[in-house]
C-alpha cells in the first residue's frame, strides 16, 4: 500500500484553521508502513520498498497482532529529529551492522495513523475513529504516538523554536485514501526540502579526483528530467564517498538534462544516469525554478524524485 500524502500549504504557516483541524509536529525522518501479521513485521517506504532489516528495533511491533500502521522512522540527536544521523541506517541491509547502529542510536517510530486492526479495514473510517484504536494499542518500546495539538498557529511557533521542520494539519472527519495527496492533510515547513535525481557531479578543483558537487534536475509532467541547480554543501566526508560510489557506474557521455545547464556549472561536470536520489535542503526557488542554496542531506532509497512542478 502507498501512504496517504498531505498537500503543501500555500505559503509557510498558512495552514487551515477551525474546529475540525487538528495539528502535528511535521517529522524529519522517512514514512514508514509497519504491516504485523502471524508473528512478522514488514516495514515498507513510501516507495514500497522493504526497509525491514534497516530497524531491527522494531521487531517488538510484532506482538501488536494484527496491525496496518502509518507513521515517520526518526533518529534523535541532542533532542531533535536528524536526518543525515538517519541516512546512515536507511540503506543498511547487513544484520550484524544494523543490530550494532540500533544498539549505539536506536530509532523511534512515531505512528500517526493505524488502518487495519484485528482484520478490520480503518482507512474508510475518520481519523478520529482511527485516532481511538492507534491510542488503545500496547505499543513495545521505540515506538511512540505522534502528539495531536489543538493550536496550529501555536505550534508553528513551537517547532521553529525548536528547530523542527514544520507542522501537519489534519482534518478529523478525513478518511484515509492510499496513494493520494489529499487536501484533509495539509504541510507547512520552516524550511523547505525535496528529493531529485543527479545528473552529474564535480570533482574536487584540488585535483584530488573527490566528488565537489552535484547537478541535480526533476522530472516534469512529459518525463524530461529539467535542471535544478548545482550543490556542494553537505558533500563532506562518509556522504561524498558514499555518493562518489553510487555514480560511478552511471557515467555517460552526454548531458540528461532536457533543458540549457548553465556554462558555469557544466564546466568539468562528469554526467550521469539520472537514477540516483538525493534529498535536498533549500531556502526557495528563483522564477526560472532554480533551488536556492541547496545543501545535499543523504542518498534516498525509500521514495521518488519530487516532480519539477512541485515549489
Known amino acids: 500500500m502507498e501512504p496517504m500524502l498531505a498537500t503543501p500549504a500555500p505559503a509557510p504557516a498558512a495552514l487551515p484553521h477551525g474546529r475540525d483541524w487538528v495539528y502535528e509536529v511535521k517529522w524529519d525522518g522517512v514514512r514508514v508502513l509497519a ?3 502471524d508473528g512478522t513485521v514488514r516495514l515498507a517506504s ?26 515517520e522512522v526518526v533518529l534523535m540527536d541532542a533532542g531533535r529529529p536528524s536526518f543525515p544521523a538517519l541516512a546512515e541506517r536507511m540503506h543498511v541491509r547487513d544484520v550484524r551492522r544494523a543490530e550494532a547502529l540500533a544498539a549505539a542510536r536506536p530509532v523511534t517510530y512515531l505512528v500517526f495513523d493505524v488502518l487495519r486492526h484485528d482484520g478490520r479495514d480503518l482507512a474508510p473510517l475518520p481519523l478520529t475513529a482511527r485516532r481511538a484504536v492507534l491510542e488503545s494499542l500496547p505499543l513495545p518500546e521505540h515506538v511512540q504516538v505522534s502528539p495531536w495539538y489543538d493550536d496550529g498557529d501555536d505550534l508553528w511557533q513551537v517547532t521553529a523554536a525548536h528547530g523542527l521542520e514544520g507542522v501537519v494539519a489534519k482534518r478529523t472527519g478525513s478518511t484515509y485514501r492510499p496513494g493520494r495527496r489529499s487536501p484533509d492533510w495539509v504541510k507547512s ?7 531529485a535525481l ?3 557531479w564535480r570533482p574536487e578543483s584540488t585535483g584530488t ?36 560510489e553510487r555514480l560511478a557506474p552511471l557515467e555517460r557521455a552526454t548531458s540528461p538534462f532536457a ?12 554526467w550521469c544516469d539520472p537514477v540516483v536520489v538525493t534529498d535536498i535542503l533549500y531556502l526557495g526557488r528563483t522564477p526560472t525554478g532554480r533551488l536556492r542554496q541547496p545543501v545535499v542531506r543523504g542518498v534516498r532509497t525509500d521514495t521518488t524524485a519530487d516532480p519539477w512542478e512541485q515549489p
Not at 189 to 195: D, K, L, P, V, Y
Not at 213 to 234: E, I, W
Open 259 to 270: 533543458d540549457d545547464v548553465p556554462a558555469v556549472d557544466a564546466r568539468g561536470t562528469i
Open 189 to 195: 515547513a520552516h524550511r523547505r526540502t525535496r528529493t
Open 198 to 200: 543527479v545528473g552529474g
Open 46 to 71: 513510501r516507495n514500497e520498498r522493504d526497509v525491514t532489516p534497516a530497524y531491527p528495533e522494531l521487531r517488538d511491533l510484532a506482538d501488536l497482532g494484527d496491525v496496518l500502521l502509518d507513521g
Open 209 to 244: 579526483g573527490r566528488l565537489g558537487a552535484v547537478l541535480l534536475g526533476a522530472p516534469d509532467a512529459t518525463g524530461a528530467l529539467r535542471y535544478l541547480c548545482r550543490a556542494g554543501s553537505g558533500l563532506a566526508g562518509p556522504a561524498a564517498r558514499a555518493m562518489r
Open 35 to 37: 504491516d504485523v501479521r
